[in-house]
Nanobody, 122 residues
Framework: VQLQASGGGLVQAGGSLRLSCAGS????????MGWFRQAPGKEREFVAA????????DYADSVKGRFTITRDNAKNTVYLQMASLKPEDTAVYYC????????????????WGQGTLVTVSS
């Protein structure tokens, strides 16, 4: 699966942004999808994940209630709607795909996109 993340940019604190991740190649709908982020000087961390059907979603505590992950298998795309953004949300955001949902919060994904930068100004 090839993944292409987009939608990053500069936004003021309290604002919203929607990231997209378009998949191609192997059957996109067979894979669970995750979003991760990496801030400068920090390790990559889990943000959100969704099962192949969309029936289950999980979030990091730091984004719960502010971010929403969804997917459209007909469009081979997964989204991350981000609201009430904070300066500490500033990072490069990556989408990733994995065959099995277990371990969704780890970095053990099969495929990774190239990342899109989100900058939240105070």
């Amino acid at each position: 699966v090839q993944l292409q993340a987009s939608g990053g940019g500069l936004v003021q604190a309290g604002g919203s942004l929607r990231l997209s991740c378009a998949g191609s190649g192997r059957t996109f709908s067979n894979y669970a999808m995750g979003w991760f982020r990496q801030a400068p000087g920090k390790e990559r961390e889990f943000v959100a994940a969704i099962t192949w059907s969309g029936s289950r979603k999980d979030y990091a505590d730091s984004v719960k209630g502010r971010f929403t992950i969804t997917r459209d298998n007909a469009k081979n795309t997964v989204y991350l709607q981000m609201a009430s953004l904070k300066p500490e949300d500033t990072a490069v955001y990556y989408c990733a795909a994995k065959a099995a949902y277990n371990g969704y919060y780890t970095l053990k994904y099969n495929y990774w996109g190239q990342g899109t930068l989100v900058t939240v100004s105070s």
